[in-house]
């Protein structure tokens, strides 16, 4: 029998927000809502600077996220914030590997991975971001380049329990060009036939497996009934009111 998975709905708000507009949208939009966190996880994961703050506004039962940590730890390290740091704060997830990482700020598969192990080991849980670019999609090496990807990881993920893996096509975060259903579903079908094979049966069934790039209240109800879609990871609709209907879409997995 299959196991079941609590669906995920992380809320990237990458740099955005200010004190004012993160009062408004947990004020008004995210709290008044009745979420039953029984049955979806809803991650939220502001700037650092926004962290306390949105602590402090969320109502019990959100979880909330950094959108980074450093790979050096504690110590001379000016201006990074160190997965301690982030534990210490009693943040408990961090998103690590996302493609405007990468590419911006040039953190290779072996970064990636080397934050993944040193979040781990700081008891922090971990959204994994894989995807491949338009050219390499283009290029027909998607699989390719997941592969290297998550081979790169895997070595350093010491506990596939607090591992999401979130599937990020690059050519579709921000652009309002979400993969379709069958393309997404493909790579996520991909992405679990790795795990099962290179990890083990019952963290391939275990594991969640999220989806980002143009996630909409419009587009969630259909890639919500693709079997191996676990949740999402959205950045624009997360800004807004709809990111409630995207979290509640997962009603439909049920
Ligand atoms: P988007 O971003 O929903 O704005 O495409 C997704 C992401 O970057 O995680």
Not at 104 to 124: A, M, Q, W
Not at 226 to 241: H, T, Y
Request: glycine share 10%; charged share 25%; hydrophobic share 40%.
């Amino acid at each position: 029998m299959k196991a079941a998975r609590k669906f995920f709905v992380g809320g990237n708000w990458k740099s955005n927000g200010s004190v004012s507009s993160i009062k408004d949208l947990i004020g008004k939009v995210l709290n008044p809502h009745p979420f039953d966190f029984q049955s979806v996880d809803v991650v939220i994961s502001p700037t650092f600077v926004h962290l306390p703050l949105v602590q402090s506004l969320l109502k019990p039962g959100f979880q909330v996220s950094a959108q980074n940590a450093s790979l050096t730890g504690p110590g001379a390290y000016t201006g990074e914030i160190s997965p301690e740091s982030l534990k210490d704060l009693g943040i408990n997830w961090v998103i690590l590997g996302h493609s405007e990482r990468r590419s911006f700020y040039g953190e290779s598969d072996e970064v990636v991975s080397g934050k993944i192990k040193r979040s781990l080991k700081s008891e922090l849980n971990v959204v994994a971001c894989v995807g491949e670019n338009l050219k390499e999609r283009e290029s027909q090496i998607t699989n390719d380049v997941i592969t290297r990807q998550l081979s790169a990881m895997k070595g350093n993920i010491i506990d596939w329990n607090r591992v999401v893996i979130a599937y990020e096509p690059v050519w579709a975060i921000g652009t309002g060009v979400s993969a379709t259903p069958e393309q997404a579903q493909e790579v996520h079908d991909f992405i679990r036939n790795w795990i099962r094979r290179e990890v083990g049966v019952g963290e391939s069934e275990k594991t969640r497996i999220i989806y980002g790039g143009s996630v909409t209240e419009g587009n969630c109800g259909v890639l919500v009934g693709m079997k191996d879609i676990d949740g999402f990871l959205v950045g624009g609709a997360s800004l807004k009111k709809s990111f409630v209907d995207i979290v509640e879409s997962g009603k439909r997995k049920l």
